[in-house]
């Protein structure tokens, strides 16, 4: 016969039997093994005859609440077995509410759009279909001037009429016509990011015949190649990390002076230089100060107003930020759902 | 125009670093761009000068023959060679026995049919100089009996890939780079041959007219009498080759050599075929010439051409003729050195469809200086390597020289640059490059060198050339402060944007297609092409007309996806491009670009009442969502809207009346011609309907008392319209808050005048909780009116 003690910690040895126990069949068996005939709390009982009268009462109490409470806990036991769900297989894949996806070039506009706007470029939207005016004449390409020749012009095919007679219609091919645009219609202090499409006669793994540029203008007094700088940089290191650095190479567009070919440093190498850089950097677009004749074609005084303007392709900076290794640049235009639904 | 420049060329007119890449970077951080800086080296050895002593047949093969070759110290070896071009007394690579070649091969003793043979003579493309197989290298006669040949020129080397600007032709030449590097490093420039007047033997016998002195503004001949052609130097034909310019014979190396270091084109001529006299004149309509590339060119009234008394010799500037070209059985040459007018090199080469390294020079604006210096470099180089006698120059100008000033005022420059620079720093910078300066005030007076005078004429550019040589590197970066302003703030962008979202989050997925279209898909949508704006010079016949709908290239991307997407939804969200409304009344009124919303969806196997409801729904969410999320829109059933479909669409009205876009069913004619054979839903929807919505509509509390949820299923006739079934059911009674469709179906049993039509109907009452009776006699009083109106029957 087991001690008064041992009697008292019958409940808890019944609490973790009850949990061990994985079905009610398991938990009636182990129920038996404490409340049967068989059982240390039965016999216990059984004995209590032979105690005397006081302490057989006083005991018979102790005995039928530790019995009582045994009954609880198989029963508490019993309802939750009943309820218990059965265990799920984690690894069964997600039932998608199938969202859709933006294409990848309005993803870079929306991040482009948004870090110019942090410094105070506003977004403008201009005409594709423009005369060549605002897309040569007025950035100091006169008609006939070879450096026209350096972008493969799409024309319409038919001139204007009326007011804008003998001015060439075509598809511009550099967001800068809309730079002139803003220059010539828009208050100083001017600072604007045009992002559109723009064509030229070309295809092939790096070039489509319709393309994204943005082309962002500042002009007001006091504007300097230090601001150019600035504003470059910090478009740079928002959208290719901040660990990137930006050089200024000199170049040469007939709508700036002076100009620069704007370099970052190879994000694959490090600027330690590497097969798919150049020493170390790799080209992003160009930028500069737009020219006097720029500014005197748009009625703005060069001698009172200096204007900073920089224009590059929104797929290139697509492509050479992302890991997306897209071999030929064309798959942006395919319009396969398998390549679209990817990002 | 990408200039390869072999670095040892470049260390003869100026200082360089030991370490080519530091240049390299030094260059691009200042000047002209550096994009590769490649090793080169000779991957031979054991090949000396041979000279050839005897020829004779080789007794047992007709196409061999053994030559006797002279080499180090007089030793005679025997040689078997099978190229036909050896002749007695020539120097030509020997390749001693125990010599390697390029590839790996090492020359051996060996019997070639029966005949031991103890080297070999080799060829241009065996040493790996350059390609030419066909015959074994001939060397200069100069070249040292035994030498060995790597001591003959630089047995390794640098090639710098120099990319200078359109705007400076002048750097793609030795010289230029090497007058960058001394500006960049701070080095004056060597001096190296042609520097010396040339002394004047015998007077010139050539007659030269320049009959178009706008063309032509300088020309410049001499005669070279009784030169030899033959091989050039060794170290000449390696530069050559490394700048990658195919050796040709002494002569004609020597003005591409000349090309190469000083950036001017010359050109030879065979003076006996040429004759005596040379005219620098117009083609006439109709003459033709055979051109050196082995083509005849017919020329027009505006090629330039250089011609003898009878016909052209030469496409001036461009390339010259096979006729008169310097062979090795040339003794007498002339040599040209001209400036032609850039825009008309440019479209003489344009026109021909003929380009060569001068026209690419010449186009881009040479200066009328530059042939004095080249003229006499390129008479000095004839001589070394061709001897003979020259006579006097020919010069025929348009006008004196006289060099261009610019003043620049100090502060624009600090204007430009963000900084004050002091005078003297100014100064010597550009004096760097060349430029004399005068002035000490506020203002400098500089004098342009004569090889800028085709890119600097302003300020501005000599502010660039102030600032490039400081370096822009040093210039520290400054951010504009912000003016914030919502003048003038567009709402398109962010009205795109949540169309966007909105239709990502329904699972479209957003497309991007060319604004340019073919002809058939205008026709598939009966658009008339004349309407359209068409481009003059398509890239393709594909990309001929620009887009007035985004619903063509939609429809292709559906024909090309179906084959894996058992479901396609897809949006664009671009301009479309339709004539001016005022077509022909000024600039502005040439074209309108719209931004449009175009979407369409398509499951294989639904009924086209089920797609219409779809993309009916999809409309509404977005106007819901981005327009008004109260009021319902206000569809028109339309018709003759290519490319949807009559009867089976709508035009969606707006409340000012106007057209705001339509949606429905696309027309099965219009996709089955691009080849889509099932049923696609649509809509074309124009920005603006979306723009000038903000804010939301007035609060409105949840029910606080219970509805009444009723199911009913009426059978109607097909000719009431679903939204007047509805109409009258509220009108009926005030308690019906809401009605959903559930299901339509057509039964059997009711035959084709009648539909089945089963609804889920809400009952609520503002302030109390309803009573069933109240329902039940609402719902009678709704079913006497639909049928009294329009015969509808309770199921
Ligand atoms: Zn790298």
């Known amino acids: 016969m087991i001690s008064l003690e041992e009697l008292k910690n019958l409940p808890s040895e019944a609490e973790s039997a009850a949990l061990s126990a994985k079905n009610q069949q398991e938990l009636n068996q182990i129920a038996i093994r404490f409340l049967g005939r068989k059982s240390k709390l039965t016999l216990f009982l059984r004995s209590l005859k032979d105690l005397p009268k006081e302490k057989r009462v006083e005991v018979g109490q102790v005995a039928n609440k530790v019995r009582s409470r045994i009954s609880e806990i198989f029963e508490a036991r019993g309802r939750s077995l009943a309820h218990s769900l059965k265990p799920i297989d984690i690894t069964l894949p997600g039932i998608s509410p199938r969202l859709g996806h933006a294409h990848l070039i309005s993803q870079a506009i929306n991040e482009i759009s948004a870090i110019f706007k942090e410094i105070g470029f506003k977004r403008v939207r201009h005409p594709e279909v423009e005369s060549d005016w605002y897309a040569f004449e007025a950035l100091n390409m006169p008609p006939d001037h070879p450096a026209r020749d350096e972008w493969e012009t799409f024309f319409m095919d038919r001139p204007a009429k009326g007011d804008g007679d003998g001015k060439r219609f075509i598809l511009t091919p550099h967001a800068t016509s809309g730079t002139t645009r803003a220059l010539v219609a828009r208050k100083l202090p001017l600072r604007v990011i045009n992002i559109q499409k723009c064509y030229r006669r070309q295809s092939d793994i790096s070039h489509v015949p319709m393309f994204h540029q943005f082309d962002g203008v500042y002009a007001d007094e006091g504007v300097t190649i230090r601001h150019l700088k600035g504003v470059l940089e910090y478009f740079v290191k928002s959208y290719f990390g901040v660990k990137r650095e930006v050089r200024l190479r000199p170049f040469h567009f007939r709508f700036t002076e002076p100009s620069f070919e704007v370099d970052i440093s190879c994000g694959v190498c490090g600027g330690q230089g590497c097969r798919l850089c150049k020493e170390g950097w790799v080209e992003l677009g160009g930028a500069g100060m737009l020219h006097p004749n720029v500014l005197k074609a748009a009625k703005i005084d060069p001698a009172k107003i200096t204007a900073l303007a920089f224009g590059w392709g929104v797929e290139r900076v697509l492509l050479m930020r992302s890991g997306l290794e897209i071999p030929d640049i064309r798959i942006l235009y395919e319009n396969d759902l398998r390549f679209l639904e990817q990002f | ?795």
Request: hydrophobic residues 40%; glycine residues 8%; contains cysteine.
């Open chain 2, 1 to 795: 125009m990408l200039f390869r420049l072999p670095y040892s060329w470049l260390k003869e007119y100026v200082w360089v670093p030991k370490n080519p890449h530091d240049l390299a970077r030094q260059l691009s951080l200042h000047g002209p761009s550096v994009e590769k800086v490649e090793a080169v080296r000779h991957e031979f050895t054991g090949v000396v000068v041979g000279e050839i002593v005897s020829i004779e047949r080789h007794p047992n093969a007709d196409k061999l023959q053994v030559a006797m070759v002279r080499a180090n110290n007089g030793v005679l070896l025997r040689i078997i060679c099978g190229a036909p071009n050896i002749k007695v007394g020539q120097k030509v690579p020997l390749a001693l026995v125990g010599a390697t070649l390029p590839g790996g091969t090492t020359v051996s003793r060996r019997a070639v049919r029966g005949v031991m043979s103890e080297g070999m003579l080799c060829s241009a493309r065996e040493l790996g100089i350059h390609d030419d197989h066909l015959g074994i290298l001939i060397l200069h006669p100069s070249s040292k009996i035994g030498a060995r040949l790597v001591d003959l020129g630089d047995v390794k080397d640098y090639v710098l890939e120099v990319e200078p600007t359109t705007n400076r032709p002048d750097i793609s030449s030795v010289i230029g780079v090497a007058r960058e590097v001394s500006a960049i490093v701070g080095k004056p420039l060597k001096q190296s041959g042609g520097r010396s007047e040339i002394k004047k033997t015998y007077s010139c016998p050539l007659t030269v007219k320049v009959l178009n002195r706008k063309l032509c503004p300088r020309f410049m001949a001499v005669l070279i009498k009784n030169v030899s052609v033959g091989a050039s130097p060794w170290w000449m034909q390696e530069r050559l080759a490394r700048a990658g310019i195919r050796p040709i014979n002494s002569v004609v190396d020597v003005t591409n050599y000349v090309l190469l270091e000083y950036g001017q084109p010359l050109h030879a001529f065979d003076a006996d075929k040429l004759g005596n006299t040379i005219i620098v004149r117009e083609a006439k309509p109709g003459e033709t010439i055979l051109a050196l590339d082995g083509r005849t060119y017919r020329l027009k009234s505006n090629h330039l051409v250089v011609a003898d008394a009878k016909k052209p010799v030469s496409i001036a500037g461009v390339m010259g003729g096979e006729t008169t070209a310097v062979t090795t059985n040339t003794t007498n040459v002339v040599l040209e050195c001209a400036n032609f007018d850039p825009v008309s090199i440019r479209r003489t080469s344009r026109e021909l469809q003929l380009f060569s390294d001068s026209s690419r020079l010449f186009e881009k604006g040479l200066s009328k200086e530059s042939p004095t210096l080249t003229l006499s470099r390129a008479i000095e180089l004839v001589h070394k390597i061709c001897g003979g006698k020259h006579s006097s120059i020919t010069d025929i100008r348009a006008k004196r020289y006289s060099p261009l000033s610019v003043e620049l005022p100090l502060s624009r420059l600090s204007r430009v640059l963000g900084l004050s620079m002091p005078q003297l720093t100014v100064k010597r910078l550009l004096k760097r490059l060349g430029f004399r300066v005068g002035g000490q005030g506020a203002t400098l007076r500089v004098t342009v060198p004569y090889w800028r005078d085709h890119d600097v004429s302003a300020p501005e550019d000599l502010i660039e050339e102030v600032a490039r040589l400081y370096g822009y590197h040093r210039l520290t970066s400054v951010l504009p402060s912000v003016v914030l302003s919502t003048k003038d703030e567009l709402e398109d962008f962010s009205t795109e944007d949540k169309l966007r979202h909105s239709l990502v989050a329904m699972g479209f997925v957003e497309t991007l297609n060319y604004s340019f279209i073919r002809e058939s898909w205008l026709k598939a949508m009966a658009y008339p092409p004349s309407r359209a704006l068409k481009i003059l010079n398509p890239l393709t016949n594909d990309l001929v007309f620009l887009r007035p709908s985004l619903l063509p290239s939609l429809a292709a991307i559906v024909e090309a996806n179906l084959a894996h997407r058992e479901e396609i939804k897809i949006f664009e969200i671009a301009k479309i491009y339709l004539p001016g409304q005022s077509h022909g009344r000024g600039l502005e009124n040439y074209r309108e670009e719209p931004v449009f919303l175009g979407g369409v969806m398509t499951r294989t196997g639904a009924t086209a009442e089920e797609l219409y409801r779809l993309i009916k729904g999809v409309v509404e969410d977005l106007y819901h969502k981005n327009v008004n999320n109260r009021a319902d829109i206000q569809e028109e059933l339309i018709k003759s809207r290519p490319p949807f479909a009559d009867g089976l669409s709508a035009v969606i009205r707006q409340t000012n009346g106007r057209d705001g876009g339509v949606f429905g069913i696309l027309d099965p004619l219009f996709l089955q011609s691009f080849g889509v054979n099932q049923m696609v839903a649509a809509f074309e929807l124009p920005l603006s309907l979306f723009i000038g919505f903000r804010g939301y509509p007035a609060y409105r509390p949840p029910p606080k008392f219970p509805a009444v949820k009723r199911d009913i299923s009426l059978a109607v006739s097909p000719n009431v319209r679903y939204t007047d079934l509805v109409r009258i059911m509220k009108s009926s009674t005030s308690l019906l808050e809401s009605v959903e469709l559930f299901d339509i179906y057509h039964d059997e049993r009711l035959g084709d005048s009648m539909y089945s039509c089963a609804m889920h109907l809400i009952y609520r009452a503002p302030g109390r909780t309803l009573s069933s009776e109240e329902v039940e006699q609402a719902e009678a009083a709704m079913l006497k009116m639909l049928k009294g109106q329009f015969g509808v029957i309770l199921r």
